[in-house]
């Protein structure tokens, strides 16, 4: 059983076009993120949920929506895609207090 | 901006050789763990290290915390060409953020 999931795992799209990422934990953990890694593989985090709830929003364009529906869940939608969008975006996951996070494979967006 | 920051950027060893990265940060901190990623690959959590622990051991590994110079060391003994990957070190200032940084590329050689 893969602890964290997103999909699709590529995504090609052309400039303006909206598209969504999921992502699932069965983990039970109370925390779940997004962090974007580009291509020299910096990893950046966008956004982090508690609860359900928006706990960081890391200065991110507003075109980036996450939405959680309940705590195995962060999706994450982006309206108006643009060339610099394109990326490596991974989920990940984490129990508070109790250590490391567990990521997801990854999906890599790319813009043309 | 980037928290942590990994040295070398890239490491060339031969199997059986022991490989050694360093990372330093520039603000306090909570913890300080250690990830791999394999090519093409998410992250994987190898070890995390307390503000108040000085070292920690985990099979092959040991990381190294000093916390008055902000600076950690991952060791990895006896390499492998499985461990080729890049390693990256991360900083949680807080219960809800990891603060990544660029990553040292190791490549073991058979």
């Avoid at chain 2, 070890?47 to 070292?55: A, C, D, F, V, Y």
Wanted: glycine share 8%; with cysteine; proline share 2%.
């Amino acid at each position: 059983d893969t602890a964290v999931s997103q999909t699709p795992k590529y995504l090609v799209t052309q400039m303006g076009n909206d598209k969504s990422i999921k992502c699932e934990q069965n983990l039970g953990h109370d925390t779940m993120y997004w962090y974007k890694q580009d291509s020299k593989k910096f990893l950046k985090i966008m956004f982090s949920y508690n609860n359900k709830e928006l706990i960081i929003n890391e200065t991110v364009p507003n075109r980036f929506s996450p939405k959680s529906p309940d705590k195995a869940h962060l999706n994450l939608h982006i309206n108006s895609l643009e060339l610099g969008d394109s990326a490596v975006y991974f989920c990940a996951s984490s129990q508070q207090g109790m250590g490391g996070y567990t990521f997801g494979s990854g999906t890599r967006l790319t813009v043309v | 901006s980037q928290q942590g920051e990994e040295d070398p950027q890239a490491l060339s060893i031969q199997e059986g050789e022991n490989a050694t990265m360093n990372c330093s940060y520039k603000t306090s901190i909570n913890n300080l763990q250690w990830y791999r990623q394999n090519s093409g690959r998410g992250l994987v959590h190898l070890i995390l290290i307390r503000s108040n622990e000085r070292e920690k051991h985990s099979g092959r590994l040991r990381v190294t915390l000093d916390t008055s110079k902000k600076s950690s060391s991952l060791l990895i003994t006896a390499s492998r060409a499985a461990d080729t990957a890049s390693y990256f070190c991360a900083t949680g200032d807080n219960d809800y953020k990891l603060s990544f940084g660029a990553g040292t590329t190791v490549t073991v050689r058979a």
